[in-house]
């Protein structure tokens, strides 16, 4: 009997960090999607409906929506958003970017080449948050013929 009740324990301690792990997942990603949403509504645009979703690393994550030309260019304009090209000395860096962001995944690394990216980064002001936090980075991935639109972005340190 003494037994059964550790493992009943060890059961429960178990099952209740498994929990705990997916529900800490989905408000983190709640999370961002609010926090984005108040980083764009901030610069005067419209927040579309997103899929969010944090990596890995607790500060990174993606958000997916549909979006049109009118949206891509308004949010690039809105957040002072500068293209970004492979063309350019940024080669590396702009390629671990794509890597590391999870909604580029599923592409093929030729798809993922032709993707257009626009970028803004160093904590800028369009990027805080009312509740005194902040983006470290933005970075926005839309494929052209593409009505997919993928945000990554980063939570800034203290």
């Not at 037994?3 to 705990?20: G, N």
């Not at 792990?21 to 901030?42: F, P, Q, V, W, Y």
């Not at 997916?64 to 957040?79: H, N, P």
């Amino acid at each position: 009997m003494t037994t059964k009740i550790p493992r009943l324990i060890l059961l429960f301690l178990v099952s209740l960090a498994l929990l705990s792990t997916i529900g800490c997942s989905a408000l983190a990603s709640a999370s961002l999607r609010a926090d984005l949403s108040e980083a764009l509504t901030n610069s005067g645009l419209e927040a579309p409906e997103m899929d969010c979703a944090m990596s890995a690393r607790s500060r990174d994550g993606s958000c997916v929506f549909t979006g049109d030309t009118d949206q891509v260019e308004a949010i690039i304009i809105g957040l002072s958003l500068r293209p970004l090209s492979t063309a350019t000395a940024e080669d590396v860096q702009l390629d671990f970017i794509k890597s590391s962001a999870t909604c580029l995944s599923d592409l093929s690394e030729e798809d993922r080449a032709a993707v257009n990216a626009y970028g803004i980064s160093g904590r800028p002001y369009s990027l805080q948050l009312g509740n005194g936090g902040q983006f470290e980075f933005l970075y926005l991935f839309h494929q052209p013929g593409s009505d997919q639109v993928c945000i990554f972005i980063s939570y800034a340190y203290g």
